[in-house]
């Protein structure tokens, strides 16, 4: 059992419950091993039920870079040109050229603490930074995927991790440049590093192992083709269409955009996530939508970094399946991730309840449900509270002012819209309480060795 973590009561009894077909009352979900044994809806409270006023499904984050929390904040200065994306990542390439494996550990506890605080209770952690501060692989190539795994196990939340694939600095294999030494693999030594991180990942309880192309203009088409051994059934991530840039780039190069260079030298799936998507034609959006790939959608980033907007009317109108990621976690917070998710579209289409499809749909709850069964789909497990599930569960305080009477789906509206991470009371990941109070348990020695890196790298 993790430390800090509570004996596992056999049952839990919710008065308001998150259940896969809506808002259901008096609520027992028993746990067994992790998972939950068995769900009964208008049940009556027994004496060795551990009580609590309601409960939703732990969020699934599909996207994450968990290092990158260390420098949240750190780069929202004008530079000297138009800044964008470009400059941002040329300050995240400094500050990466200085982690050790024990500092990428200390700070993704952090992050990884700080997520499941948040409401996130599995991450997809899509890991580039595989190689020492000088490129050189370490003597066990999967030593940054351990170091990740090891910090994922320290906070106790579930992982899936996505170890990433990096060889060229852009479109038509151009040489990686030197701030990108540390990411770049062949892909025999991909191969290695796969079975490595697998190998790793054995000692976490449910830890899925990805297969990830960065991005079109990091792999070389064969690559793209000759990974298809390793796919095995694996979640397969990929940024894609994230900036103009990248668009106009892949046009120079191909002729394609990128969505549609991938759906037609590629394709794609269900096993597919497509991290950002946020550039696409409407043709591009509807083939996305019909493959059952899923939209990785990271709100706060994307509003962070200037990307743009993804097209999201299109795409649920056409049957797509999205998650959401908190991606450079510079705020990592699900219900404020789910709300940008939504203001965004209200600002530039001039209307609100953009995200609920149907006439009198809830918001909040279309939000919240869309994005754990797209995001748990996007990390290779099943989420929800049901039967045979993981036991990844998030209490609200209903005694939250922004909270008071609520129920049904005025539970999941307030939460996303009006109280947020404040109202989030108790958290258990694979049937352990880790938060109570909105407060980890590890909280407090998580914090202090990330301190004690942050000196290190930036004091
Ligand atoms: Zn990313």
Same mark, same amino acid.
């Given at each position: 059992? &993790? ?8 049952? &839990? ?32 409270? #027994? ?6 006023? #309601?409960? !939703? ?56 603490? *700080?997520?499941? *605080? ?28 351990? +170091? ?16 990433? &694939? ?37 000692? $976490?309880?449910?830890?899925? =192992? ?7 203009? @990091?792999?070389?088409? *064969?690559?793209?083709?000759?990974? +298809? ?32 260079? $991938? ?9 597919? #996530? ?19 790939? =899923? @939209? ?12 743009? &907007? ?27 991730? !789910? ?32 994005? =754990? ?49 404040? @109202? ?26 990330? @301190? ?8």
């Amino acid at each position: 059992m &993790l430390e800090g973590s509570e004996a596992l009561p056999r049952s &839990l009894f919710f008065e308001h419950c998150l259940l896969p077909d809506g808002w259901a009352r008096d609520v027992r979900v028993t746990l067994e091993g992790g998972r939950i044994a068995a769900v009964e809806v208008g049940a009556q409270p #027994c004496a060795e039920d551990a009580r609590h006023a #309601c409960a !939703l499904p732990g969020m699934p984050n599909l996207h994450s870079h968990a290092f990158q929390r260390a420098m949240a904040g750190l780069a929202e200065r004008r530079g000297p040109s138009n800044d964008s994306f470009w400059t941002w990542r040329e300050i995240m390439y400094r500050f990466v050229d200085r982690m050790t494996p024990d500092d990428v550990r200390a700070i993704a506890a952090l992050a990884y603490v *700080e997520m499941l *605080e948040g409401g996130f209770t599995r991450v997809g952690e899509f890991h580039y930074l595989h190689h020492d501060r000088d490129g050189q692989r370490f003597g066990d190539i999967a030593e940054m995927s351990a +170091a990740v795994l090891a910090a994922s196990g320290e906070a106790g939340i579930g992982m899936t991790l996505l170890p990433v &694939l990096y060889s060229y600095a852009g479109f038509g294999a151009q040489p990686p440049q030197p701030g990108q030494r540390r990411f770049v693999n062949d892909l025999k030594h991909y191969a290695r590093l796969l079975e490595g991180a697998e190998q790793h990942a054995r000692s $976490l309880p449910d830890a899925v =192992v990805g297969v990830t192309p960065h991005s079109l203009r @990091a792999v070389a088409p *064969e690559q793209l083709r000759d990974i +298809a051994p390793l796919l095995q059934g694996r979640p397969v991530h990929i940024h894609i269409a994230e900036q103009v840039k990248e668009v106009d780039d892949c046009l120079a190069w191909s002729g394609q955009r990128p969505v549609e260079w $991938l759906a037609d030298r590629v394709g794609m799936n269900a096993a597919w #996530c497509l991290v950002h998507a946020t550039h696409m034609t409407d043709a591009e959006t509807r083939t996305v939508a019909a493959s059952g790939a =899923v @939209a990785g959608l990271c709100p706060i980033t994307e509003a962070n970094l200037g990307d743009g &907007l993804f097209p999201v009317e299109t795409f649920l109108d056409a049957g797509g399946v999205y998650g959401i990621g908190s991606d450079s976690n510079v705020l990592i917070d699900c219900a404020e991730e !789910l709300r940008l998710l939504e203001y965004g579209q209200r600002l530039t289409r001039r209307a609100r309840n953009v995200m609920a499809r149907g006439a009198g749909e809830s918001t909040g709850t279309a939000l919240y449900a869309g994005a =754990v069964a797209g995001g748990a789909a996007a990390l290779g497990v099943a989420g929800g509270i049901a039967a045979g599930r993981p036991a990844d569960i998030v209490s609200l305080n209903l005694d939250h002012p922004a909270m008071l009477h609520r129920q049904g789906d005025a539970i999941t509206d307030s939460f996303v819209f009006a109280a947020g991470r404040s @109202a989030i009371d108790c958290v258990w990941r694979h049937g352990d309480k880790l938060v109570s109070e909105g407060r980890h348990h590890a909280r407090d020695r998580v914090v202090r060795d990330y @301190a004690k890196v942050l000196e290190k790298l930036i004091a």
